[in-house]
C-alpha cells in the first residue's frame, strides 16, 4: 500500500495563475480532507468529502474548489492564486466506520509557494 | 468556540529525561483526543489516541498520554526522551457529533539534546 500519496512536492505560482493538486489513496478510505498548514497556526481544514460525490466546506474554503473524483481521489484546485495562499497543503483520509475514532492519515504534503 | 490549545511553542530537555507535551482543549461533547507527530518535511504520523477507558494511553515509539476531563487537557508524555524524538507535536480533538471536525493545537516544536 503506497497509502495517501500527493502531488507535486513543490510548485511556485505567480499570483493569479492557477493549479491542482493531486491526492490519492489506495486504503478504501471514505473520507478524505484537505488541510494547509501554515507557521504557528496548526494545521485548518479547507475542504473535506464525507464520501465519494459529497464535498463540504471546512474552515478556510475561500479561493479553492474540490472535486471528488472516484473513492480514491479527491484534487484541490487554485483558480487565482494569491500571496496568502503560499503554504504547505496536506491531503488525509479516514478509514469508514460510525464511531468516529479513527485516526487520520495524511499524505507527504505539497510545498506552494505564490509569488 | 471550539479550540485546541498547546501553550508551549518549544519544549527542550536532554536526552534520558522525561518529557511532557501539553494539550488543553475546548470542544463539547466528549471529543476523541489524538496526538501526531511531524517530521522535517513530512506529513503528520499518528501516535496514540484516547476513545475512552483507561486515562493513560499507550501509543507508537514509547510515547503515551494522559486524559484529565476535569482539566480538558491530553499531555504527551515520555519517561525517557531520545534524539531522535525531536520534531513537531500535534494535538487533535474530533468532535463525536461531527466525524469530519477535527481541531488541531498549533503544534510544540521538541527539541532533545544529547
Known amino acids: 500500500n503506497a497509502g495517501v500519496t500527493q502531488t507535486p512536492k513543490f510548485q511556485v505560482l505567480k499570483t493569479g495563475q492557477s493549479m491542482t493538486l493531486q491526492c490519492a489513496q489506495d486504503?478504501?478510505?471514505?473520507?478524505m480532507y484537505w488541510y494547509r498548514q501554515d507557521p504557528g497556526m496548526g494545521l485548518r481544514l479547507i475542504y473535506y468529502?464525507?464520501?465519494?460525490?459529497?464535498?463540504d466546506k471546512g474552515e478556510v474554503p475561500n479561493g479553492y474548489n474540490v472535486s471528488r473524483l472516484n473513492k480514491r481521489e479527491f484534487s484541490l484546485r487554485l483558480e487565482s492564486a494569491a500571496p496568502s495562499q503560499t503554504s504547505v497543503y496536506f491531503c488525509a483520509s479516514n478509514p469508514p466506520g460510525t464511531s468516529g475514532a479513527y485516526e487520520q492519515y495524511f499524505g507527504p504534503g505539497t510545498r506552494l509557494t505564490v509569488t | 468556540a471550539q479550540s485546541v490549545a498547546q501553550p508551549e511553542d518549544q519544549v527542550n530537555v536532554a536526552e534520558g529525561n522525561p518529557l511532557t507535551v501539553k494539550c488543553t482543549y475546548s470542544?463539547?461533547?466528549?471529543?476523541?483526543l489524538f496526538w501526531y507527530v511531524q517530521y522535517p518535511n513530512r506529513g503528520l504520523q499518528f501516535l496514540l489516541k484516547y476513545i475512552t477507558g483507561d486515562n493513560l494511553v499507550k501509543g507508537s515509539y514509547g510515547f503515551e498520554a494522559e486524559f484529565n476531563k476535569s482539566q480538558t487537557s491530553f499531555h504527551l508524555k515520555k519517561p525517557s526522551a531520545l534524539v531522535s524524538d525531536s520534531a513537531l507535536y500535534f494535538c487533535a480533538v474530533r468532535d463525536r457529533r461531527n466525524f469530519n471536525k477535527f481541531y488541531f493545537g498549533s503544534g510544540t516544536k521538541l527539541n532533545v539534546k544529547p
Open positions: 486504503m478504501n478510505h471514505n473520507s
Open positions: 470542544v463539547s461533547g466528549n471529543p476523541y
Open positions: 468529502s464525507a464520501s465519494e460525490g459529497t464535498t
